[in-house]
Structure formats: C-alpha cells, structure tokens
C-alpha cells in the first residue's frame, strides 16, 4: 500500500517541525517544498534556506526547490496594498506550492506557515482552498499550531536559526521599528 504524498510548504525549518512530524506520524510520505520571495532582505532570505538545508538533510526530507528569488514578484504585488500584503503572501506562496504539487502528482499540498500563532489561519485556508481549485489539487488543512512549544524547544535543541520576523519587509519593520523609537526617546 502507497502512502499518499504530500507537499510540504516550508516557511522555515522552526516551523515546518512540527508539521513534519505529525504528517509523518499520519502516515503522510512528505516532500518540502521551499518558495519564500517575500523574505528581506536576501541575506535574511539565505539564512532561513541554509536552515532548512539542514533540517531537511537531519530528517531525511526530500526538498523541492522553486527557482530563483522573486522578490520583484512579491513587491509588485503589495506595494500599495500594504494591508492585505498577507493575504496576497499567502496567495503567491500556496499557488506555487499547488503547480508544484499537481506536476509532483502530489495527493495533497500544505504548508508550515499553519504553525505560526501569528499568522492567520482562516486566510491562509482561503488561499489554500482557492489555490487548490485553480490547480485542481487538495489543500490539506491541520493546525499545526497545537506543537508551538514543541517547534520553539526542538528547534533550539538543533540550533536551527530563528527569525524575529515573518519575513517581509513590512514584518521586520513593525517588529524593530518600536526598538528604534524607544532608543529614539
């Protein structure tokens, strides 16, 4: 009997550890998949790869790798529209990640970012579900939240470099800009 196979978007190596492990312990055969061109900038972008580089080799996960670094992509995409900037995050990514699945044959695709308490859940299964549709695939929802703790001390355990930010540009600025104007003062 075949397990189904599964696409794995992988956000970061901090976040994808606990989905890994519970879709395994599913019965899930998982493949990452690696698309991020939201990341800024592009030394933050090759930190959190190189991260995933090593917890895929550590877990013995095949990882597809998109093409290239889009972040054009993604700036066209937001500027001006910096209050949905998620949503449409969210879109490009999960979209990639279905072409991607449909051309694997993949049974499902899902994707890390469902680990994030930050991130918005019911969003990201908007854009799932609609990314699924336009691919004809299955979007594969779990809350993956459930292993937070889980994915914060594993990932300290192995020394996997943790962001302080979701990843865009927009993110890093509200995560530092309070530091800067504290000191400011």
């Known amino acids: 009997m075949t397990k189904p196979k ?20 599913e019965g899930y055969d998982v493949y990452g998949f690696w698309f991020n061109p ?3 900038p592009f030394t933050e972008y ?27 992509e993604f700036i066209r995409r937001t500027a001006y529209r910096e209050e949905v900037r998620c949503p449409l995050c969210y879109n490009m990514r999960l979209e990639k990640t279905a ?24 969003e990201i299964c908007s854009q799932g579900e ?3 549709g336009k691919y004809k695939q299955k979007f594969l929802y779990r809350d993956f939240r459930e292993g937070w703790a889980y994915g914060i001390e594993e ?28 000191e400011e003062i």
């Open 155 to 182: 990932s300290k355990r192995r020394g996997f470099y943790r962001q302080q930010y979701c990843g865009c540009i927009y993110s890093e600025k509200e995560r530092y800009r309070n530091v800067i104007e504290k």
């Open 130 to 132: 609609a990314a699924a």
């Open 99 to 122: 072409a991607v699945a449909k051309k694997g044959d993949f049974d499902f695709f899902t994707s890390s970012l469902l680990y994030s308490k930050f991130q918005n859940h019911k």
């Open 46 to 72: 090759n930190k959190r790869l190189d991260s995933v580089l090593q917890f895929s080799k550590e877990e013995g996960l095949q990882l597809i790798r998109a093409g290239g670094y889009p972040m054009e």
């Open 6 to 25: 599964v696409l794995l978007h992988i956000c970061c190596a901090p976040c994808a550890l606990f989905p890994l492990k519970l879709l395994r312990e």
């Open 38 to 40: 939201n990341i800024h």
